[in-house]
Structure formats: C-alpha cells, structure tokens
C-alpha cells in the first residue's frame, strides 16, 4: 500500500506541473460558468421568454442560476462535455507515457506493473474529486453573487443533496477518465484515444440514442448499456426537480440504481483492462 501511495503523490506531482490538466480544468470551469449562469442570467435581464432554454420565462431563468440548484447546474454537464474532458485526461495521463517514451523507464524500475497502474489510478481519482470540488465552488460563488445582485435566497439544497450530487458528479467523471486511461493504455498512444474518446462521447453516443429513441427501438438494450447514457440517467435521478429544459445528455432512460452500477461497473473494468493489459503485454 505505501508504494502505491508513493506512485499516487509522484502521478499528482507530474499532473500539477502539465499545462493541459491546466488548461481542461480552466476549460471545464469557464463552460460551466457560461452556459450554468452566464447565459441564462442574460437571457433574464433581455426579458421574455428563452429559446435556448426551451422557452422558459424570466423568473425560471433567473431561479435556475440560484444557489438553490447548483447541483444541476454543477453536474449537468458531466455525462457529456465535462466527461469528453475527463476522458481527455485519463487519456493524457495514460497514454502520454507512451507518446513521450517514458513508459520504459516508468516499467523497469520498483514498483511493479501492476502497482504502478494503481497507484496512477488512484491519483486519477484525487485529480477527478478536487476538479470535482473546483466546479461546485465556482459554481457556488457564481450563485451566491447572482442572488445577492437580484436580492434572491442564498440558500442552498440540504447537505444530504449536496454530498449526493457531488458523489454522482465524481463517479461519473471518474468513469469518463478511467475509459480514457484504458484507452491511452490498450492502444499505447495519446492522440488515437483522444479522437476516438471524443468522437465517441460527443457522436456516436448522441446517435445511437436518437435512433434507438425514434426508429430502431432494438437499439434500446444497447442504449442502455452506453456509459453516457447512464451518466445522464444519474444525473435525472438525483436531480429531479430541474425547472429549465435539461442539458444535454441528461435523461432517464434507466433508473438510478441500475445507473450507479453500470457507471461503477465501467470504473472497475477499465482499471482491470488497464493493468491486464500492461502486465501481459511488452512495453516495446
């Protein structure tokens, strides 16, 4: 176990020092500020009711921006744009030992293989919690300020929802970049997950669900499989009272238990894919 802690510090020690975990979480943050808070609050100060908020009035956009819902505003996001960033970075930090060619070195020293895998994992899961942690503050001073300009209730929702949505949040993220960590480690690159991990969450999820929805319902078993389509139903189940449209990727296409388990499920699989995979094969 020390060991693995060792590798877990000297993972976040390199993670701390790259610009692009940088530059995700920046991004992950400022997406969250804008379409959350941003755009709904100006749509309340232009008056009248939201297209782009599928026709809300000014007082359900003004309440969406509340601290009362920052769940959702903080989560929504995760199953799909926060999860294609999540998978970026489970991919950067997985497979960009073998874009840099340091995957020999990483290998052939103490600890072993599979103690490394974990110990990167578990790193991977404390960058997830504080990027996590780092959306819920910014949304909540985002909230906070919103309320005090509009002379509105700085309440929050009781801790037992919060703590809630912000163990779903996790488990969803950390879903999305433990997938990308077994792709940067089964196809021994960076760019080739990236592509794929992006074209996959942010395409070919959102069309196997519309036609599964619409034409070919014997796509539905399937459907209900897909990691983005889970995370979304997590979302829907712990936040049931969202009074604007949903973002997207956010449904209920099956209940929140099943939900759990099968994000969970991804979570464990790719860790076992992942060290499997390093074990049994050469680094070459």
Partial sequence: MSEIIRVARAELFKLVRRPAVWVLLVTAALLNQVFAYLVPYLSYRGGGESDVMDGASPGQMLAATLPEHIVMNTI????????????VLGALMFGGEYAWGTVKTLFTQRPGRAVVLVGQFLALTIAVLIGVVVLFGAGAATSVGIALAEDQSTAFPAPLALLEGFAAGSLILLMWASLGAVLGALLRSLALPLGLGVVWVLGIE??????AGSVLSALEPLRDVLPGVNAGSLVSSVVADAIVEAPPGVTSSVGGGRAVITVAAYVVVSVGLAVWSSRRRDVI
């Fill in 76 to 87: 929504g996001a995760f199953p799909v744009f926060a999860g294609a960033l999540a998978l």
């Fill in 206 to 211: 959102n069309l196997v669900s519309a036609m």
